[in-house]
């Protein structure tokens, strides 16, 4: 399987921004759908955000939508997911993942293939 690495979380206060990134192997993006989910302490893994191959994307719930963004760079097989408006409901472990062409985007169940999270808090 292609390995998943995620980096740039941390911690920061409500309002503030933070990007995160996916690095994969290379031409993973262009075979695969990618997303993000998360995990906040006692809860479930939650969908965030996901961008098919040819780049269409699909967004969470309202909680995200007009705060976080994903792209992809296909030439650098790497994921982006920026986060504004940050507020401390946004604080868990965000998961970068891929799947096979033709699965829900919105299904954990359809990504076969998983990073080991980077940790986002968001202090109030």
């Known amino acids: 399987q292609a390995q998943l690495v995620e980096s740039g979380g941390g911690l920061v206060q409500a309002g503030d921004s933070l990007r995160l990134t996916c690095t994969t192997p290379?031409?993973?993006?262009?075979?695969?759908?990618m997303a993000w989910f998360r995990q906040a302490p006692g809860k479930e893994r939650e969908f965030v955000a996901a961008?098919?191959?040819?780049?269409?994307?699909?967004y969470s719930v309202d909680s995200v939508k007009g705060r976080f963004t994903i792209s992809k760079d296909d030439r650098k097989s790497t994921v982006y997911l920026q986060m504004n408006s940050l507020k401390p409901e946004d604080t868990a472990v965000y998961y970068c993942?891929?799947?096979?062409?033709?699965?829900?985007?919105?299904?954990?169940?359809?990504?076969?293939?998983w990073g080991q999270g980077t940790q986002v808090t968001v202090s109030s």
């Open positions: 290379m031409k993973t993006t262009m075979w695969y759908n």
């Open positions: 961008i098919s191959r040819i780049g269409s994307t699909t």
């Open positions: 993942a891929a799947a096979q062409p033709g699965n829900p985007a919105e299904q954990a169940t359809s990504y076969n293939n």
